[in-house]
T-cell receptor, first 114, second 111 residues
Framework: KAGVTQTPRYLIKTRGQQVTLSCSPI?????VSWYQQTPGQGLQFLFE???????NKGNFPGRFSGRQFSNSRSEMNVSTLELGDSALYLC?????????????FGPGTRLTVT | GESVGLHLPTLSVQEGDNSIINCAYS??????FIWYKQESGKGPQFIID?????DKRQGQRVTVLLNKTVKHLSLQIAATQPGDSAVYFC??????????FGKGTKLSVKP
């Protein structure tokens, strides 16, 4: 069974631009969560989607948004990019929202903002 | 608020030795924990999880111990191999469904 896939793997953008990242969960998984990883802050939760609905949101500004499609694929968007948005963005999928089912991560998208 | 911390940022062990990576959590209501391994350039890889109704769980070469009294968990890796070199994170299952990660411990295995 294929794992979580994320596209693109690497991205370079300039300040003020916007970016869209994509995540395809493991087949059959309906919950998708997004995390930001930086050396200073570590792994921080952005948001979680299940059945096309945002179920939970972390403490990030409104410039960060996401959505989930009927096939469980998810996208996240960051508008008006800032230098501090440079990070590894990770997507994780789970069968459902039951925390006990475990979350499985993709390889991430490395975003660099210049 | 919830937080998860690691006792040591780096750990260096000799190949073949056992490794112990520690983690403390703050939320006494936490009932689910996961250990992840992250190699350079890759996303976190699920290693093992444990629910709060258990105090020990074993996998292949790995054991997780949970002490709810002192809100501490540890990951033990038996016969550590060079391929075990990575950053290890403990994660609190959280009360909302999202994972709360510790800062990570970098494990280096000396041949």
């Amino acid at each position: 069974k294929a794992g979580v896939t994320q596209t693109p793997r690497y991205l370079i953008k300039t300040r003020g631009q916007q970016v869209t990242l994509s995540c395809s969960p493991i087949s059959g998984h309906r919950s998708v969560s997004w995390y930001q990883q930086t050396p200073g802050q570590g792994l921080q939760f952005l948001f979680e989607y299940f059945s096309e609905t945002q179920r939970n949101k972390g403490n990030f500004p409104g410039r960060f948004s996401g959505r989930q499609f009927s096939n469980s694929r998810s996208e996240m968007n960051v508008s008006t990019l800032e230098l501090g948005d440079s990070a590894l963005y990770l997507c994780a999928s789970s069968l459902a929202v039951d925390r006990g089912l475990g979350q499985y991560f993709g390889p991430g998208t490395r975003l660099t903002v210049t | 608020g919830e937080s998860v911390g690691l006792h040591l940022p780096t750990l260096s062990v000799q190949e073949g030795d056992n490794s112990i990576i520690n983690c403390a959590y703050s939320n006494s209501a936490s009932d689910y924990f996961i250990w992840y391994k992250q190699e350079s350039g890759k996303g976190p890889q699920f290693i093992i999880d444990i629910r709060s109704n258990m105090d020990k769980r074993q996998g292949q070469r790995v054991t997780v111990l949970l002490n709810k009294t002192v809100k501490h968990l540890s990951l033990q890796i038996a016969a550590t191999q060079p391929g075990d070199s990575a950053v290890y994170f403990c994660a609190d299952g959280g009360s909302q469904g999202n994972l709360i990660f510790g800062k990570g411990t970098k494990l280096s295995v000396k041949p």
